[in-house]
């Protein structure tokens, strides 16, 4: 394919039939990538943004116009009253518990209407485990409505159970997390709000957004979602941001989140920036770019390996609400030799090879694959396995396109190796 990198003529050639059925697919993919450059462009030319607002603040942090200059840009790509994106977000997991927080209260109810929500939030509402300072520990309630056997929204029930419970917050998760059940689309997003703004109106729709970010030409907020948080070190960092998380909607509810982040009354106010200010433009900047390559790595590798005759989720033509993809492989060995074949597409630790091994919160070993320049940032091209049924890799990201997709083949050529 190179002169830098070798793969078998069976899997050069696959690849090239896997581009070929992908043409469709990529072209709405850089069709909404070019929608979103250039709305994002617009949102750095509403907020004047200038070289000079990239000193960063110290201390307290008063006054620092990056910092809002950073809020409003998201506003506006996000379609949101106001932002809070910030450095100080330890995770995606700490901006989605500093939303929750803010907005219920002891005796309220959250009801999750996508079935479990993924695992490190389960820690924050207080299920399956206790930690004090949980939302359980503060009184707060939690229900969910399960997903349908194909893992599908039950719409009737939703229905059903928002109207006779009339929860605080109804909670969304749109990624797929690590199930195998699709990623939810603007539509669907879309339907959940109209049934829980008709029969119930004064809950707060917050939706977990995580991947989900620059996926799609419209945005959550524009069809009744109230409140949403994501991570930094997936899309809307670009491949930049080293940390942090942000928090977007109404701005009501955006100040009671600065409220709980920082301290009731100072709220949005205070938080010194640090020297982190022109990364985290340089990121927004770079983000439907990076989301882009991620989609089209996703796309191709779905594409590739359906060829090669394992499960994929989704499939390469389907339409898609993150940027999460699922391959089935069906065994250990299988799965590690896909992830070796990652990493070997790496810019960063390149030369390391995954092995299975534990992992805090998995009853199973677990191989992944991580060359990233952050730390589990998983925007960039990073895999992983838990080893156990139905022995299946989630992978995601890729700064570009190219090493991206080398990746991919990389894994192919390993894992075809094996038969
Ligand atoms: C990544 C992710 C989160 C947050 O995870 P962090 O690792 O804490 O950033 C939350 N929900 C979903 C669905 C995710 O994919």
New binding site residues.
């Given amino acids: 394919m190179n002169q830098y990198f070798h793969v078998e003529k069976e899997i050069l050639l696959a690849s090239e039939k896997a581009l070929e059925l992908c043409r469709e697919s990529f072209e709405y993919i850089d069709d909404v990538r070019s929608y979103n450059q250039l709305k994002m462009l617009k949102a750095f030319q509403n907020a004047r943004i200038s070289e000079s607002m990239f000193g960063g603040s110290s201390g307290y942090g008063y006054g620092d116009r990056g910092r809002d200059a950073l809020d409003e840009v998201y506003s506006f790509v996000f379609d949101a009253e106001d932002a809070l994106v910030r450095h100080n977000f330890v995770?995606?997991?700490?901006a989605?518990t500093v939303a929750l927080f803010a907005v219920l209260r002891p005796g309220d109810t959250m009801l999750s209407v996508t079935g479990i929500p993924?695992d490190?939030?389960r820690g924050t509402i207080g299920i399956g485990s206790n930690y004090s300072g949980s939302l359980k520990d503060f009184g707060v309630n939690y229900e969910e409505v399960a997903l349908l056997p194909d893992g599908t929204l039950d719409y009737s029930k939703i229905e059903a159970d928002i109207s006779s419970k009339k929860p605080k917050m109804v909670y969304i998760?749109r990624?797929r997390?690590y199930e195998l059940r699709p990623s939810l689309r603007y539509d669907e997003i879309k339907k959940i709000c109209e049934i829980s703004k008709r029969v119930s109106p004064d809950s707060v729709i917050m939706l977990?957004n995580?991947?989900g970010e620059f996926v799609e030409y419209k945005t959550p907020h524009t069809c009744g979602v109230d409140l949403m948080a994501g991570?930094m070190?997936?899309n809307p960092g670009g491949g930049i941001a080293r940390t942090g998380g942000y928090i977007s909607g109404r701005a009501d509810l955006v100040e009671q989140a600065a409220f709980r982040l920082t301290t009731p009354g100072t709220g949005k106010e205070l938080g010194a920036t640090l020297d982190m200010t022109r990364e985290l433009f340089m990121g927004a900047y770079n983000a439907p770019q990076i989301t882009a390559a991620a989609l089209k790595t996703a796309v191709f590798s779905a594409a590739l390996f359906e060829l090669l005759g394992y499960g994929v989720t989704p499939n390469y033509k389907e339409k898609r609400g993150d940027i999460i993809q699922v391959i089935e492989l069906g065994g250990e060995r299988e799965l590690v030799e896909f992830c070796r074949g990652i990493q070997g597409a790496a810019p960063v630790d390149s030369f390391v090879s995954p092995e299975p091994s534990d992992m805090p919160g998995y009853d199973c070993k677990v191989v992944m694959a991580s060359g990233s320049f952050s730390l589990?940032s998983?925007i960039e091209l990073s895999a992983d396995a838990p080893i156990r049924e139905p022995y299946a890799v989630w992978f995601q990201g890729a700064h570009n396109f190219d090493s991206g997709k080398l990746g991919i083949m990389l894994a192919a050529d390993r894992v075809s190796k094996l038969k």
Avoid at 91 to 94: A, P
């Fill in positions: 995770s995606g997991t700490h989605l993924y490190t939030i998760q990624s997390g977990d995580c991947y991570s070190i997936k589990g998983s």
